[in-house]
């Protein structure tokens, strides 16, 4: 089901996410048309601009509510500024906990340095452990009440997974990491009163290794919390048409500046800023009748916080006008996507369901570099808030993830320029697709995107 606000793309032919996309006409006319188009911004993209801001971005780690983040910050206001955008950054209140946390196995300490999950409520809890691997709906079970349930991280969110289990009586959690970052990560919500505490990954794989062959019994002891405010932020630039061009919608393109705790975060993600700051450049000066917004979002390592700030922050009528969001995670990594055509780029939607999005994604890309750039499903990025309002949106990214993914090892040294280029094509011809003056206005055939079909790739992300 689509929302109101694309009855105008419906009405200039485009058929949406049934597998045909977009309208019907002589393949060779369309084709040239669409390429004309798509010229007037790929033709401008420069890998060696992108290149350079990551650079810069990676210069120091990121992390949410550090002088880092901060001056990344200001880096990318000024950049939007210098482009006479209309610009703001907008501060949004995350919080640092310092608690005394112990976990116990049987009689003795799990050792290292547990971390309770930003949120969790002070207490002590001894119960069976449980493995759930990742938390989903199908993975919890009958199995956790009055139980403690191991989850590994990963696939949907904290606060998701504290629930999944919740709801099925679990009396705590311990969650493991899904790389070897360490275990400074997670978050739950209010009213989620249970304890909640990250573990390393090798601690959470011996405790699964352990669960095969024999019962556990643990402790987690939460002390009480001394709250810390710190702040982060949104960076938000608008690109308005003319008054008299202006067809009332809104296009949103996204990253995350932010990086994990000690890592510099070239990929993760000051790659996707490169390119929301490259088509910024490039669509300033060029001929458009949509809104687009360029944002870039704090706080996505501690659980799309910023995103979802923003998300809630929109008024109504914004929403019913926002059409697409496109999400750029991770698009430079030299040794990400393994064998996978396009390098590994695929498109993620929440549901794994078409889109908007992805179809003219896919589009693109089969006129861009011939490979009609297949699907997925995968939260855990920006895209999350946006598809929960209603609108298509979908996470680009190159998958499965290289193995410096939240290593301090995420330097500039592995940013593939080719990789940077094809994405920022992709998305950016995407973009120009809906905010030509020329689509969704006129209903000439010709200036349609062409059709193409694209396949769902069940492919793990990491």
């Known amino acids: 089901m689509y929302r109101k606000s694309l009855t105008v793309l419906l009405a200039a032919g485009m058929v949406l996410s049934t597998g045909t996309v977009f309208a019907q006409t002589n393949g060779a006319t369309n084709a040239q048309s669409d390429t004309a188009f798509d010229n007037k911004v790929i033709k401008k993209i420069s890998a060696d601009n992108m290149y350079n801001t990551i650079a810069y971005l990676s210069e120091q780690p990121r992390a949410a509510g550090t002088e880092g983040e901060l001056r990344a910050v200001k880096y990318i206001e000024s950049q939007f500024k210098s482009l006479g955008f209309e610009t703001k950054v907008q501060p949004f209140p995350i919080y640092d906990t310092v608690q005394n ?123 009480k919390a001394e709250r810390i405010e710190k702040t982060s932020y949104n960076v938000i630039a608008s690109l308005k048409p003319k008054a008299n061009k202006d067809n009332g919608q809104i296009v949103t393109v996204g990253a995350h500046h932010d990086s994990v705790p000690g890592g510099p975060g070239a990929n993760d993600d000051a790659s996707g800023v490169s390119a929301v700051l490259e088509l910024a450049r490039i669509l300033a000066k060029t001929p458009i009748d949509t809104e687009i917004r360029f944002l870039t979002f704090g706080s996505e390592e501690r659980g799309l916080v910023g995103s979802s700030f923003y998300a809630d922050s929109l008024p109504k009528e914004d929403v019913d006008r926002m059409v697409a969001h496109f999400q750029m995670d991770m698009i430079g990594g030299r040794d990400a996507g393994e064998d996978n055509p396009a390098g590994g780029l695929i498109m993620y939607t929440i549901d794994g369901m078409k889109n908007l999005v992805t179809d003219l994604g896919s589009s693109a890309g089969a006129r861009t570099m011939d490979v009609a750039i297949p699907y997925g499903q995968l939260g855990r990025s920006d895209h999350q808030p946006f598809h929960e309002l209603g609108i298509p949106s979908a996470l680009f990214i190159h998958s499965p993830v290289e193995p410096w993914y939240h290593q301090p090892t995420d330097t500039l040294d592995k940013i593939s320029k080719e990789k940077l280029q094809q994405a920022a094509e992709i998305v950016g011809a995407s973009v120009y697709q809906i905010a030509r003056p020329e689509t969704p206005a006129l209903t000439n055939a010709r200036v349609a995107p062409g059709t193409v079909d694209y396949d769902f790739d069940d492919r793990p992300v990491d």
């Open 101 to 223: 946390v112990k976990v116990k196995i049987g009689d003795s300490d799990l050792g290292g340095t547990p971390r309770a999950l930003s949120g969790s409520i002070s207490g002590k809890v001894t119960a069976e452990l449980v493995n759930v691997g990742k938390a989903k709906p199908e993975e919890v079970g009958e199995n956790v009440s009055g139980k403690i349930a191991l989850v590994e991280r990963g696939d949907i969110t904290f606060v998701e997974k504290v629930q999944n289990v919740l709801n099925k009586g679990a009396v705590g959690v311990l969650m493991y990491n899904n790389s070897p970052s360490g275990n400074n990560f997670g978050q739950v919500s209010a009213g989620q009163n249970i304890p909640a505490v990250a573990i390393t990954q090798a601690q959470g794989l011996e405790l699964v290794e352990q669960l095969k062959t024999k019962q556990i019994t643990s402790t987690l002891e939460v002390g």
